[in-house]
């Protein structure tokens, strides 16, 4: 799905820049939004949720084949909306229905085995049950937003499923996992991560997701409120900053899997940081100049991207019986997708390079996808190499 996703959109900008003319039922920014918002992660987070959720709340494994039907139903709801974003704006809506639909049985599995589940330590299971709720509500609000012809519902569906879903769940699985990753590979470190820091980091993108959807109804939106969004980001932005530091950013360079985590996060504090920026800047301007979708792509392509593709890695090294470490391949592959990340944001910040700065990125975000795609996906269906089951 993130490989098709690449090279959907690598095309659609490429047909732009050569003038090909290529028809639309959606706005492009808005099939954009919807496709890498809601695409491929949902599906990532099915299968790490059911496989490290279980562990979490020490509960049974779940077998795979309960999620098929669902996860067909996704791929097959995402066949529809791609077709539809250039034939049908009824096939879209069918596809999102699907995918709803999908999503919200996949939560309600994950939320059954939540209730179930007698743990000590549910927080971090507790934030992912919340964030999938509102993922599930944000897709319903997107296919009413299609079935009404609103566009203004789909941005705002968009808008929070990405902080209040998406970034919601990597936030709980970097609080419990990169500290304890840390402290395993390397014993100077420690697993460090009170409570207090998962309720700033969740705190603040929901914060984020509030003010985005905010945006789309109350344009143009006042200074106040700009310099509201500037009094959270910026010491949010140090914070996560410091937070990269603190979680052991320098040590973890010694070990290539854990230093891809780590880069992910990184980003994480970036975003925060141009987001505040972009907003002293419009606050300065009566809302005339901005970072424009810098801060956007930092944290999509940067934080989501670049996290998804170290813990996919590493779960998939993991239960193919093979070594947890990342070879050169997958080396290669994280550091192409890390100069799409930042060509992408430097597309936004200087404008006289920005068609030959993007169509770039997308060519490596597509390289970097569909090359992780190849490798790793042609592990999967097989039996493990060590010759445990899985």
């Known amino acids: ?5 690449a090279i959907w959109w690598c095309t659609m900008l490429f047909a732009r820049h050569l003038g090909v003319a290529v028809p639309w039922m959606l706005a492009p920014a808005t099939a954009h939004a919807l496709l890498m918002t809601l695409g491929f992660m949902p599906l990532f987070f099915a299968g790490f949720l059911f496989t490290a959720g279980p562990k979490w709340l020490a509960m049974p494994a779940v077998s795979a084949t309960k999620l098929l039907r669902y996860i067909t139903a996704t791929l097959i709801g995402w066949a529809l909306c791609i077709v539809g974003f250039h034939v049908s704006a009824t096939l879209v809506g069918l596809g999102m229905v699907l995918v709803a639909l999908a999503w919200s049985s996949v939560t309600l599995q994950f939320a059954t085995l939540w209730y179930t589940s007698q743990a000590e330590d549910k927080i971090h299971a507790t934030v992912v049950v919340v964030a999938s709720t509102a993922g599930a509500i944000a897709m319903w609000v997107a296919v009413g937003g299609l079935a009404l012809g609103e566009p203004i519902l789909v941005h705002t569906a968009t808008q929070g499923a990405l902080w209040m879903f998406v970034a919601t769940v990597f936030a709980a699985v970097s609080h419990r996992m990169i500290p304890f990753f840390s402290a395993s590979a390397v014993p100077v470190l420690d697993a460090w991560r ?23 109804w109350l344009r143009p939106d006042s200074v106040g409120l ?6 959270v980001e910026t010491p949010a932005a140090i914070l996560m900053l410091w937070l990269a530091v603190r979680w052991g950013l320098v040590q973890s360079l010694k070990i290539r899997l854990l230093a891809m985590l780590h880069g992910g996060f990184l980003w994480l504090g970036i975003a925060l940081a141009l987001q505040a920026v972009s907003h002293a800047l419009m606050a ?3 809302n005339q100049t901005s970072l424009g ?3 956007l792509h930092a944290m999509t392509m940067g934080y989501l991207g670049a996290t998804m593709f170290a813990m996919a890695s590493r779960v998939s090294s993991g239960h193919s019986g ?3 470490a990342a070879d050169n391949a997958a080396w290669g592959l994280y550091w192409t997708l890390q100069l ?3 060509l992408r944001v430097l597309s936004a910040l200087w404008s006289d390079a920005f068609s030959i700065l993007l169509l770039t990125a997308i060519a490596a975000w597509t390289v970097a996808g569909c090359g992780w795609a190849w490798r790793y996906g042609n592990w999967f269906g097989r039996p493990r190499l060590d010759g445990r089951e899985g």
């Open 194 to 216: 009170p409570l207090w820091l998962l309720w700033c980091m969740v705190g603040v993108l929901w914060f984020e997701g509030v003010m985005a959807c905010v945006e789309f």
């Open 226 to 231: 700009r310099w509201l969004q500037i009094t």
């Open 340 to 342: 799409a990340v930042l």
């Open 284 to 286: 300065l301007s009566q």
């Open 1 to 5: 799905m993130l490989g098709m996703s």
């Open 293 to 295: 979708l810098a801060p």
């Open 322 to 324: 093979r070594p947890v």
